[in-house]
């Protein structure tokens, strides 16, 4: 992983964001010359991306609001953020 943890505060990359594409009803990360599809999953942890809230106050809002065991949500947060540090897609504020 990229240097991403818990006490990490990602942020989208310059030039990068999330956008939900009403048509297809699908969330697209849109990148500098370059896009990638968001599972429903990723979606849900990345419309929590805002520059402001830690990968572990991410983690805590999903497991409360899916009842899910933290520590799957913890692994599966921060796996995906790691990813997408390495990608140039987020990137960490603190």
């Known amino acids: 992983m990229t240097g991403m943890s818990e006490q990490t505060v990602p942020a989208f990359a310059r030039g990068t964001r999330l956008q939900h594409d009403r048509v297809r009803d699908q969330w697209i990360i849109q990148a500098p010359e370059r896009a990638f599809l968001a599972d429903p999953v990723a979606a849900e ?6 520059g402001h809230t830690s990968l572990g106050g991410i983690i805590d809002a999903l497991a409360e609001a899916f009842r899910a065991p933290r520590e799957v949500i913890a692994r599966d947060v ?3 953020a790691g990813d997408l540090a390495g990608r140039q897609v987020l990137v960490s504020v603190t």
Not at 45 to 50: G, N, T
């Open 78 to 80: 921060l796996a995906m």
């Open 45 to 50: 942890i990345l419309r929590r991306v805002d």
